[in-house]
């Protein structure tokens, strides 16, 4: 069974940086079209971002500040978070798919999850 595992997530104050990890030992990323997902207390989840072949995809309250990408040699997709705001706080969550057609902002779309990492944005 593939499984994915997200890391990076910490404590930060607003204004700072993190990135976010996603990988698998089970399986090649490369073959995945992956997805970014968040939720915050209380709320519903909502998608942030995700990358295929040919695109890179970011939900409106992200754009310019975050930046999704692939290593395949560390067989890793990236989420990189900068300008932090107190509203990003939330556990986030990575997601893949088989190669479609391109990769989608529902979470319906994605078969495989992680289990989360807390990005917590306060003074």
């Known amino acids: 069974q593939v499984q994915f595992v997200e890391s990076g997530g910490d404590l930060v104050q607003p204004g700072g940086s993190l990135t976010l990890s996603c990988t698998t030992s089970?399986?090649?990323?490369?073959?995945?079209?992956v997805g970014w997902f968040r939720q915050a207390p209380g709320k519903a989840r909502e998608w942030v971002s995700c990358?295929?072949?040919?695109?890179?995809k970011y939900e409106d309250f992200v754009q310019r500040r975050f930046t999704i990408s692939r290593n395949s040699a560390e067989n890793t997709v990236h989420l990189q978070m900068n300008g932090l705001r107190p509203e990003d706080t939330a556990v986030y969550f990575c997601?893949?798919?088989?190669?479609?057609?391109?990769?989608?902002?529902?979470?319906?779309?994605?078969?495989?999850w992680g289990q989360g990492t807390q990005v917590t944005v306060s003074s």
């Open positions: 997601a893949a798919a088989q190669a479609t057609n391109g990769c989608s902002r529902y979470a319906r779309n994605y078969a495989i």
């Open positions: 990358i295929d072949d040919a695109s890179l």
């Open positions: 089970s399986a090649n990323l490369d073959a995945y079209e």
